[in-house]
T-cell receptor, first 111, second 113 residues
Framework: DGGITQSPKYLFRKEGQNVTLSCEQN?????MYWYRQDPGQGLRLIYY???????QKGDIAEGYSVSREKKESFPLTVTSAQKNPTAFYLC??????????FGDGTRLSIL | KQEVTQIPAALSVPEGENLVLNCSFT??????LQWFRQDPGKGLTSLLL?????REQTSGRLNASLDKSSGRSTLYIAASQPGDSATYLC????????????FGQGTTLQVKP
């Protein structure tokens, strides 16, 4: 079945450590997005990519980095510079102008 | 900067009621608007997408309307069922077809059997 796969489902980060969240889609979508959701809050855009080898910062990009080397993949790295990384991270993809499809998310916590 | 407000924040209704969820946004220069559903601990499921030139969209028991000039959208759910219990999120898209969405905080709906 076509869809978006996020892994791992749960992730723990130690102080000073960088961690990478995986997002893979087989929907042949050009655009991919990373959002952060805090408890009781709506989603906030971290980074987005409209095409391979190109990406733009969203509203809360500080402390995060991304790459888009393949159409199917858009990994997100949470760096040690992100001081409050505990959140639910959601990846989405779409054809521009069409509904965004979401993965099941990765829950990141601090050890 | 676009700000999105959803009212009410929470709603509890008996099964079978018709209900309306409200969404308001401050910048009317939107490309489209999407409504999503989120179940606890899960990702989002797209319900309806309304283009800026449209007034409404319907899917089954769901109907979404858009009044761009007044910065308002409503999601109407007919004959509510316990399976409709979830958080509903409204997300207008910014100017131009960038795919960037700004989300409201959502309305959490509980439908009691």
């Amino acid at each position: 079945d076509g869809g978006i796969t996020q892994s791992p489902k749960y992730l723990f980060r130690k102080e000073g450590q960088n961690v990478t969240l995986s997002c893979e889609q087989n929907l042949n979508h050009d655009a991919m997005y990373w959002y952060r959701q805090d408890p009781g809050q709506g989603l906030r855009l971290i980074y987005y990519s409209q095409i391979v080898n190109d990406f733009q910062k969203g509203d809360i990009a500080e402390g995060y980095s991304v790459s888009r080397e393949k159409k199917e993949s858009f990994p997100l790295t949470v760096t040690s510079a992100q001081k409050n990384p505990t959140a639910f991270y959601l990846c989405a993809s779409s054809t521009l102008g069409q509904p965004q499809h979401f993965g099941d998310g990765t829950r990141l916590s601090i050890l | 900067k676009q700000e999105v407000t959803q009212i009410p924040a929470a709603l509890s209704v008996p099964e079978g009621e018709n209900l309306v969820l409200n969404c308001s946004f401050t910048d009317s220069a939107i490309y489209n608007l999407q409504w999503f559903r989120q179940d606890p601990g899960k990702g989002l499921t797209s319900l309806l997408l309304i283009q800026s030139s449209q007034r409404e969209q319907t899917s089954g028991r769901l109907n979404a309307s858009l009044d761009k000039s007044s910065g308002r959208s409503t999601l109407y759910i007919a004959a509510s069922q316990p399976g409709d219990s979830a958080t509903y999120l409204c997300a207008p898209g910014g100017t131009g077809n960038t795919g960037k969405l700004i989300f409201g905080q959502g309305t959490t709906l509980q439908v009691k059997p």
